[in-house]
C-alpha cells in the first residue's frame, strides 16, 4: 500500500471514532439546569416535563448536576433527553444524574419504586445516568421501562436488586452502564437487546438476570458484545460465584453473545430459581463465544446451551426487538 493513502485510511478511521461533545441544547430543547432562576428554563426534570403538551415531538437538555427526583414519563408524544456530555460515545463522561431513594415494600410495587419510570412509547435518552441508591434488602429499581420503541443510549443504570426493570415493550440498551447485585436486569414481557455494554455485578452468587417470561412466546433478553466487571464497592466473594442469569418464571429466553468476563462468573454459569428444578421447563438458557477469565473452565449448568456460530446468527437485534428496528433504533450506537 502506497504510504500517503495508508495515513488518509489510518486518519479517516480515527476520525470515524473520535465522539461528539454535547454541551449545549439542540435547537428547540427545553432546558433544565439545576439552580436556575432564568425565564425559559427549569430547576428541575418533573418542571420541564410539566411543561411539554402531550402529543407533539419534544426533546429536554439537562445541564450538569444530580437532579433527585422520581420521574413518571406519560405523555403520548415522542420525547428524547439529551445529557449534557464532553463524550457522547460512552456513558464514563456522563455529568448528568437522576437520583432517587426508594424501595418497593414502602413504594408498593417495583415499578412506583423506580427513579425514572417511563410509561411511553418513543422514548430515546442519551448520556443520563439513573441511580436507586436504596441498597441491599429489598427490590430497589433505577429504570421501570413500560415502553416500546425506547431507546438508552450511553446511559447508566446503578442499583442493586432489580436495578433495571424491562418489564414491557420493545427497548434497546446500547453502550451503557448497569449495575446490581441480585437479579439486576428482570421483567415479565419486555423484549430487550443489549449492545456494547459494561456490566457490573455486585454480590456473591447473585444473578445477572432474571427474566419473568409468562408465555412460551418468543420473547428474548439477547445481550451482544457486553463486557461483565466488578462493580464498585462489589463484595469480596463476588468473583467466581455470580451468575448469568436465573429462570423467575419457568419461561425465560437469555442469550448471551460474544460476552468479555473480566472477572469470572461461577463455571455453572446459569442457577435455579431458589433451587426449584421444574424453573427450567420452558427455558433457553444460552451462551455463544464467551470469552475472559474464567471462560476456558466454564462447566455448564446441565439445561443450558453453548451456541454455535450459526445457531447464534438466529439471536440478534431483530429477534429480539423486531425486523423493524432500524426504523427507531439509533444506528450509531448499533452493537
Known amino acids: 500500500m502506497f504510504p500517503l493513502l495508508r495515513i488518509c485510511i489510518l486518519f479517516a478511521g480515527l476520525r470515524a471514532t473520535l465522539a461528539a461533545t454535547r454541551t449545549s441544547p439542540p435547537a428547540g430543547a427545553v432546558i433544565v439546569k439545576a439552580g436556575t432562576t432564568t425565564a425559559g428554563e427549569f430547576a428541575t426534570i418533573t418542571q420541564a416535563l410539566d411543561s411539554l403538551d402531550d402529543a407533539s415531538t419534544q ?5 450538569p448536576g444530580t437532579y433527585t427526583e422520581q420521574i413518571d414519563i406519560t405523555r403520548t408524544g415522542p420525547l428524547t433527553i439529551y445529557g449534557y456530555t464532553t463524550n457522547t460515545a460512552t456513558y464514563t463522561s456522563n455529568e448528568v444524574i437522576i437520583s432517587f431513594n426508594e424501595g418497593a415494600a414502602t413504594a408498593g410495587s417495583d415499578d412506583a419504586s423506580g427513579t425514572l419510570r417511563i410509561h411511553k412509547d418513543n422514548f430515546s435518552m442519551y448520556n443520563v445516568d439513573v441511580k ?4 441491599p434488602g429489598v427490590q430497589a429499581i433505577a429504570l421501570s421501562q413500560y415502553g416500546s420503541q425506547v431507546g438508552l443510549y450511553a446511559c447508566g443504570f446503578y442499583g442493586y436488586q432489580d436495578t433495571l426493570y424491562a418489564n414491557e415493550g420493545t427497548q434497546v440498551y446500547l453502550k451503557g452502564y448497569i449495575e446490581g447485585g441480585v437479579d439486576f436486569i428482570f421483567g415479565r414481557e419486555g423484549l430487550a437487546y443489549f449492545g456494547g455494554n459494561t456490566i457490573g455485578v455486585l454480590a456473591e452468587g447473585g444473578s ?16 451482544h458484545q457486553n463486557t461483565i ?8 466473594g463476588t468473583a467466581g460465584t455470580y451468575y448469568f442469569g436465573r429462570p423467575w418464571s419457568g419461561k425465560d ?3 448471551f453473545e460474544s460476552t468479555f468476563l473480566e472477572v469470572a462468573p461461577d463455571p455453572a454459569l446459569w442457577s435455579l430459581w431458589d433451587g426449584e428444578a421444574d424453573s427450567i421447563d420452558f427455558v433457553l438458557n444460552a451462551d455463544y463465544n464467551t470469552t475472559g477469565a474464567g471462560a476456558s473452565t466454564l462447566k455448564r449448568a446441565s439445561w443450558a446451551v453453548e451456541l454455535t456460530a450459526s445457531e447464534a446468527t438466529e439471536y440478534s437485534i431483530a429477534s429480539a426487538v423486531g425486523s423493524d428496528w ?10
Do not use: K, M
Request: hydrophobic content about 40%; cysteine-free; aromatic content about 18%.
Open 253 to 255: 429466553q437469555i442469550i
Open 59 to 63: 426533546s429536554l437538555f439537562i445541564y
Open 229 to 236: 466487571v466488578l462493580g464498585s464497592g462489589a463484595a469480596s
Open 208 to 223: 445477572i438476570t432474571a427474566s419473568g417470561r409468562e408465555t412460551n412466546d418468543s420473547g428474548s433478553y439477547v445481550f
Open 326 to 335: 432500524e426504523d427507531w433504533v439509533d444506528a450509531s450506537y448499533f452493537v
Open 132 to 135: 436507586n441508591t436504596f441498597g
